[in-house]
């Protein structure tokens, strides 16, 4: 039978990026999973990658990207499976196999940018990936704002109806994790939006009212619904050791984006793994001014890099740490996009090119020195 009946590849004269060196050598897929890394003879009928890197397939745990497609510019709202599967294809070609599409449940009409899209999005995706057309694996992660009126709610019925794998516990409110003081939560709705400051004193007045009433009960009621679903939580914008206790205590096992080397310290040593921003990476640090991701990697306290906004920073990142920061090899930054935030989110069968993992594989050529996803397989079908 011929190699497109049987699901049979050999991908060959290849650097091989495992989970801990690299080999140069082939690779062999066969029914969507890799069935032998060898440097031996190569097989007849072998696909040269011409001394290109071959990479597991990325695993991004946290982007919002898909939102952007959904609304690309102010009062403009875009067909939601359309948004969808531009979004897939940009996910793709950045060489990510396995997407955590992040979903607002934000439900506060009332106050700029806390509208959120979660169902709608949810639908489209169920569209999509009812029709085979979909090029990564996306899953479903809820990006929950506690100091709002009917998060609880609003997340039990999307998790009674879909897989949700993933929830961040998300607190937005002036004064608090990322905006530290009021005037910077000001500045940044203010250039974000174009409001006015009298817009902007109901909304700081109101997100306050919320955070007061409603920050700790909602928490605790998010908590209690991730664990007996088995839905991993996700702590967001740590700054304090007070901010890493309530994480540990809850059960977190992901800091995404610490806002302070502290809480990405303390995070580390209670074992929850630690997420920055690949942007944060390629641009040499925040652009808010926090904790950068480069200092975290020399500290060895960053665990897991996230696309967040932009899909190709994903590969860039680890490239770019490595050049960056010799002490650190290839293999060890490939983990952060690879193998680390795959375990994180208990999905065992992908994230390292081993012997029975999935064959999500990218192939990585380097222009200059900006990596560059040549193609890429989902369980060994091309996808870009």
């Known amino acids: 039978m011929s190699q497109a009946k049987t699901g049979e590849q050999v991908f060959a004269n290849a650097r091989i990026v495992l989970a801990d060196s690299i080999l140069e050598g082939h690779v062999h897929v066969a029914d969507r999973v890799l069935r ?25 745990l946290h982007t919002d990207h898909v939102e952007g497609h959904l609304a690309p510019r102010p009062k403009v709202r875009w067909n939601a499976v359309s948004a969808v599967l531009a979004h897939d294809a940009q996910i793709a070609a950045s060489g990510i196999t396995t997407v955590f599409d992040s979903l607002r449940v934000w439900p506060d009409k009332k106050a700029v940018g806390m509208d959120g899209d979660a169902p709608i999005l949810l639908e489209a995706l169920a569209t999509a990936r009812a029709s085979g057309v979909l090029r990564a694996d996306h899953l479903v992660h809820l990006r929950c704002e506690v100091a709002t009126d009917s998060v609880v709610e609003d997340a039990a019925a999307i998790v009674a109806g879909h897989d949700v794998r993933l929830i961040s516990l998300m607190d937005h409110t002036p004064g608090q994790r990322q905006f530290s003081c009021t005037e910077q939560f000001r500045a940044y709705y203010k250039k974000k939006s174009g409001i006015t400051d009298e817009e902007l004193d109901v909304i700081v007045a109101t997100r306050l009212d919320y955070h007061e009433r409603l920050a700790r009960p909602n928490r605790q009621g998010l908590v209690a619904l991730a664990h007996p679903n088995r839905i991993v939580l996700a702590s967001h914008d740590d700054a304090t050791p007070e901010h890493v206790a309530e994480a540990i205590g809850d059960g977190v096992a ?87 935030p795959a375990d994180a989110a208990s999905l065992t069968d992908r994230g390292e090119i081993a012997v029975g993992k999935r064959a999500d594989l990218v192939r990585v050529a380097l222009a200059g020195d900006i990596p560059v996803a040549r193609a890429v397989w989902r369980q060994g079908e091309r996808v870009a």
Do not use: C
Request: proline share 7%.
């Open 36 to 60: 032998a890394v060898d440097t031996g003879t190569v097989p007849a009928g072998a696909i040269d990658l011409e001394g290109d890197y071959l990479l597991p397939g990325l695993v991004e």
């Open 254 to 340: 992901i800091a995404e984006f610490p806002t302070t080397v502290e809480a990405a310290r303390l995070s580390h040593e209670a074992g929850i793994r630690v997420l920055m921003g690949a942007p944060n990476m390629v641009r040499g640090g925040s652009h808010t001014g926090n904790a950068s991701a480069e200092q975290l990697a020399r500290l060895g306290l960053l665990d897991i890099l996230s696309s967040d906004y932009v899909p190709a920073s994903l590969l860039w990142a680890p490239f770019d740490l490595v050049r960056r920061a010799p002490e650190i090899s290839l293999p060890e930054a490939v983990r952060m996009v690879t193998k680390n």
